[in-house]
């Protein structure tokens, strides 16, 4: 009796996606994966010794994972048990390690893949914890976020993390390739067309065939250029989610761009994360914080013009106000850097916890009572601006305390002229100093 695909002059097989259909039936076969799946690999090495152990697979959508860890439950005889974590629950858990309780009693193993293992809360991650340890599973889980934010330390301690990478432009050709070798014909693409698809598919192999397969379901009328090919198939939104790693990841990316003084790069970062879909408040809070701990008094305009530019944003909005974003981006990626303030606070900081209770010396308290007077407050202050030079060079340290240089200015934009003052005071007062013990 015929099927109703063989009715129609099909094969079971087409009605397949394309993805599926080009699966790797081998680990050969896996793309962009090569530091892991070569010979000298992890993953190369657990297969030719025969013996694999419970792995967190972390890496992009798109990059392999599930077929990594099927392929080595089938290189392996292992029963190969999928679930996802954000569909399954601790009683499915329960039913799959009692399986797997049975079968190994029976002399087979188990190897437990659970996708988005990361979704699963601590109480959950740790029912795994007796089961790897005993060797009733091999676990397998995949992760699209860091597992060292994501994932219990007692569970991390019973895998070994593996990091994919995205797939590069060779691996993603590598996939169309195959495609058209499947659907035996060449995409109706030209090759500025191609680059663009390869770039919109943004390191994902799946969605790279996925678009593969919207194309070669069109009309046979000719190769699409750029232009026509984006007409065609909707862009893919960029890989950004606000509240995981990457949008730690391009903050960091854009504010170390900034301190190595790379206008251009930095410039990126922040489209990046305009794309991205990022809240522009939350970038310009690093922009100011950027002007604060990173330049400092080497440029004081530098927090004007973080501040001008939230201002600017919220008073006329996107997509205008982006540009005040990318103006102060420029000019604090251009201007001279210095994190002497920051240093100066911070040693005041120890300084002051470990010397929190001494008293400000008498001279420069005053004394609004009899008392006050009687017990010396204020005697012996000199008020500047009738000294010399409007500098009298008292100290003004605890009296129990010798003087500290916190504040050691850069040789670099407008703290050059401070460091001129502050070395100019301290001449002053050792002169001073050594007037008075003549």
Known sequence: MSTLFEAAGLSDDTSRPLADRLRPTKLAEVVGQDHLLAGDGPVGRMTSGGRIVSLVLWGPPGTGKTTIARLLAEHTGLEFVQLSAVFSGVADLRKVFDTAKSRRAEGFGTLLFVDEIHRFNRSQQDAFLPVVEDGTIVLIGATTENPSFELNAALLSRCQVLVLNRLDDTALDTLLKRAEEVENRQLPL?????????????????????????????????????????????????????????????????????????????????????????????????????????????????????????????????????????????????????????????????????????????????????????????????????????????????????????????????????????????????????????
């Not at 730690?248 to 990046?272: E, F, M, T, V």
């Not at 240093?343 to 001494?358: D, F, I, M, P, Q």
């Not at 009572?369 to 605890?398: C, I, K, N, V, W």
């Open 190 to 438: 030209d090759d500025d067309a191609r680059r663009t698809l390869r770039a919109m598919a943004d390191g994902d192999g799946r969605y790279v065939l996925n678009l593969a397969e919207e194309l070669f379901q069109l009309p046979q009328s000719g190769n699409l250029d750029t232009q026509g090919l984006v007409a065609t198939i909707q862009k893919r939104a960029p890989l950004y989610d606000k509240s995981q790693e990457g949008h730690y990841n391009l903050i960091s990316a854009l504010h170390k761009s900034l301190r190595g003084s790379d206008a251009d790069a930095a410039l990126y970062w922040l489209a990046r994360m305009l794309v991205g879909g990022e809240e522009p408040l939350y970038i310009t809070r690093r922009l100011v914080r950027f002007a604060v701990e990173d330049i400092g008094l080497a440029d004081p305009n530098a927090l004007v013009q973080a501040l001008a530019a939230k201002e600017a944003y919220e008073f006329i909005g996107s997509p205008e106000g982006e540009l005040a974003l990318a103006h102060a981006v420029i000019y604090l990626a251009t201007a001279p850097k210095s994190n002497a303030a920051y240093r100066a606070l911070r040693e005041a900081n120890k300084e002051a916890r470990e010397t929190g209770s001494l008293m400000p010396p008498k001279h420069i308290l005053n004394a609004p009572t009899g008392l006050m007077r009687d017990l010396g407050y204020g005697d012996g202050y000199q008020y500047d601006h009738d000294a010399e030079d409007g500098f009298s060079g008292q100290d003004y340290f605890p009296e129990e305390m010798s003087r500290r240089a916190f504040y050691r200015p850069e040789e670099r934009g407008f703290e050059r002229d401070i460091r001129k003052r502050l070395e100019y005071w301290q001449k002053l007062r050792e002169a001073r100093k050594a007037s008075a013990e003549e």
